[in-house]
């Protein structure tokens, strides 16, 4: 493996096959060094602007993951020793912002960055009190859109939690593979109760619950199906 080449396609067609939604954990619990590893690459992902608007909850105390349970409501999945929380975060953009000034990796911010983070993307994401900025471009995209390409979203507060979910589960898959990669396993969720999790968690009401991640050792009878997809050229147009 050259460091160009760090993975072998034949190395990740193995990692992204042996990934499969289980459902029974053991109750061995996931080291946190391990924990902190696949969320150091999950936050590689790829990223709207490089804004990195997620945010995660590790949730590993025991009477926490006993509410979480009920919050999944008492889905098997869920009782796993370990949960990961994975929020979008469409309003921190502009702290991004600012510290992606603040923490540039050279010794100079160059103009074209300064600019972007201070003008464009305040400009792009900046929606306005109730979203009235987002109906004043929505309507200016209009206008300008009859001459030339452009970007016409997120446009909308409801637009920006998509923005940010867009991001959010990029981050979320690679936290997925990082963690089959340490031999453990994991199953996404998004059967839970919304409102008990905000409740329970004290999560931000600008923040968007993407999906929980039960995570853990596999436990006997761990994956309840056999695979199923369906075929590619059913779902890809080529061009
Ligand atoms: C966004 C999302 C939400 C999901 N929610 C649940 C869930 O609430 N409960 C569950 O048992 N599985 C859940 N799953 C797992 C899927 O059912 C599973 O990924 C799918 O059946 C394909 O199986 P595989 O992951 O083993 O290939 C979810 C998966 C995703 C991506």
Excluded at 41 to 59: D, K
């Amino acid at each position: 493996m050259s460091p160009e080449h760090p993975a072998t396609p034949q190395a990740l067609r193995a990692l992204i096959e042996q990934r499969r939604a289980v459902r029974r954990f053991t109750a061995e619990p996931v080291p946190d060094a391990v924990i902190r590893d696949c969320l150091e690459l999950a936050i590689l992902a790829p990223n709207s602007c490089n804004l990195q608007p997620w945010s995660f909850q590790v949730i590993r105390d025991e009477q926490l993951l006993q509410r979480l349970r009920s919050v999944c409501m008492g889905q098997q999945a869920a009782k796993a020793p370990l949960i990961i929380v994975v929020l979008a975060r469409p309003d921190c953009w502009r702290d991004s912002c600012e510290q992606i000034i603040a923490q540039w990796p050279e010794p100079e911010v160059p103009a074209p960055i300064r600019h972007f983070y201070s003008k464009t993307a305040p400009f792009q994401y900046n929606q306005g009190w109730l979203g009235w900025r987002g109906l004043l471009k929505r309507q200016l995209v209009r206008v300008l859109g009859w001459r030339r390409a452009l970007m016409r979203t997120p446009n909308s507060h409801a637009q920006m939690r998509l923005w940010a979910v867009k991001s959010t589960a990029l981050a979320a898959e690679n936290l997925m593979l990082a963690l089959q990669s340490h031999g453990y396993c994991s199953c996404p969720l998004e059967g839970f109760d919304e409102v008990r999790l905000r409740r329970v968690l004290e999560i931000p009401r600008a923040a968007v619950p993407v999906m929980l991640l039960a995570v853990g050792k596999p436990g006997e009878r761990a994956v309840y199906n056999p695979r199923l997809r369906f075929p590619l050229e059913q779902r890809v147009e080529w061009h």
